[in-house]
């Protein structure tokens, strides 16, 4: 019986990481529905505002003067003397496919989230602020096993969840240099937690199974930081060059861990006390360095061409416990376009924006050696609204697929919509009395 729970006690304290991608059942919930998000901090939200999210997340050279930029901070200061305020809602449906010995079994959810809050406004013609706050990763798996104890006769029942997520209050400020260089710099505070449990039992009898439980809770708290850069020659009378480059630094994010281990029965009834061999543990956590590059063409306000690359070194990350993640380099491709028919003019349907994009994204998840991928196409329009049209309602919409059934690989196909809301007004004016 020793030998049994000894046995236990070690697969429970190991890592979450293959199991997840190899695991003969897999259950998840919450936005995402995957998995992977027990692997390093969680699946990551996306970095744009709905705006982006219809043209492949392009956002990193280009702005526009109704909507706010969250991908490079520079761009804040090319707003003009408006102060704007959005709020962003996403939603994702989801189908999870994975064959189980060539038995295709298939999950499918639905659920949506608050995507972002922000405030722009400017502080000055060449600087401008901003405060928004949104979810940076989330957690949300259930994942179930079971297989043979090695060296005895028995079975044992392994299931594994994992809630929670990271959040970024940021404040972020953009200056216009001179007259087509811009830079910005943002501070964020990263916080929330993130909660991994898992039990396992001894299939002995009907009645007489043990359960033994593991919780390990981190919280997280800390400053991250955030450098951006852009550049608007103008190439003619019609065209502009918009180039853009975002840098986020490797970081030791400070941490807490409790980690608990339980004994009880099927019922629930304890049969031994607690062992707390952790209770709010000072540690920290390594983040990877991301660099980002993005140019694009831009006619006016009419129409816009843009590519955006991205570079994620995820081998870099280390858990709380200084432990590597098992995690490989991302890198993501995404094009879009943007047109509005008539900007200044004074019909409503010429003031409709569209915008449509494409991107291609290396994940740093893998399976049994295979780095996954994710491929999507988007759609987006931006309808406007209010007094002299400056606040828009924004649709976008995403449809794309990650992984393949190859293997334990895990297929996911996906639709996600975000509505997002641009609303515009003047701050600070003075008062001129003639």
């Known amino acids: ?10 697969t429970l304290t190991h890592s979450l990481l293959a199991i997840a991608a190899t695991s003969p059942m897999v259950l998840a919930q919450g936005l995402g529905n995957s998995p992977y998000s027990a692997q390093g901090i969680g699946e990551l939200y996306s970095p744009g505002n709905v705006t982006n999210m219809g043209m492949g997340d392009v956002g990193v050279s280009n702005a526009n003067p109704f909507y706010l930029n969250l991908q490079n901070p520079a761009l804040l200061a090319r707003r003009s003397r408006f102060t704007v305020f959005e ?4 939603s994702q449906s989801k189908t999870i496919k994975q064959n189980i010995s060539n038995d295709l079994k298939t999950q499918s959810n639905f659920a949506g989230n608050l995507g972002y809050l922000a405030l722009s406004f400017p502080a000055n013609t060449r600087w401008n602020i901003s405060l928004n706050l949104k979810p940076y990763t989330y957690v949300n798996y259930n994942i179930q096993r079971t297989e043979a104890v090695p060296g005895t006769a028995y079975n044992a029942v392994y299931n594994y969840t994992g809630k929670g997520g990271l959040n970024k209050a940021t404040f972020a400020n953009g200056f216009r240099l001179t007259k087509n260089i811009y830079a910005g710099v943002e501070a964020s505070f990263l916080f929330g937690n993130i909660t991994n449990s ?21 919280n997280y708290s800390d400053i991250v930081y955030k450098l951006g850069a852009a550049w608007r020659p103008k190439l003619n009378d019609t065209w502009t060059l918009n180039v853009g480059a975002t840098y986020d630094p490797r970081i030791r994010v400070k941490a807490t861990q409790t980690d608990i281990y339980q004994q009880t029965t099927l019922a629930g009834q304890a049969i031994t006390a607690p062992d707390t061999l952790r209770l709010n543990s000072n540690a920290l956590s390594t983040l ?10 831009e006619k006016g306000n009419t129409l816009l061409f843009g590519v955006d690359v991205g570079f994620q070194k995820w081998s870099e990350y280390r858990t ?36 449509a994009g494409f991107q291609y994204n290396k994940l740093p998840y ?18 406007p ?40 007004d003047v701050w600070f004016r003075k008062t001129v009395i003639d």
């Open 385 to 424: 609204l209010g007094a002299y049209y400056v606040n828009h309602v924004t649709l976008s919409l995403v449809g794309g697929q990650r992984g393949v059934l190859t293997g334990t690989q895990i297929k996911e196909q996906y639709v996600r919509i975000g509505i997002g809301f641009s609303l515009n």
């Open 320 to 355: 709380a416990d200084n432990k590597a993640g098992n995690l490989a380099d991302a890198m993501n491709v995404g094009a879009g376009v943007e047109y509005t028919p008539k900007p200044t003019s004074n019909r409503y349907r010429d003031l409709i924006t569209y915008r």
């Open 87 to 90: 709020v962003g809602l996403m």
């Open 366 to 383: 893998q399976t049994n050696g295979t780095q996954l991928t994710d491929v999507n196409g988007s759609l987006g329009v931006s309808i």
């Open 288 to 297: 990877p360095q991301q660099m980002h590059f993005g140019a694009s063409l």
């Open 198 to 218: 898992s039990d396992a039992r001894a299939q002995l009898s009907n009645s007489g199974d043990i359960l033994v439980t593991h919780l390990n809770r981190t």
């Open 1 to 10: 019986m020793l030998i049994i729970y000894k046995r236990i006690r070690q």
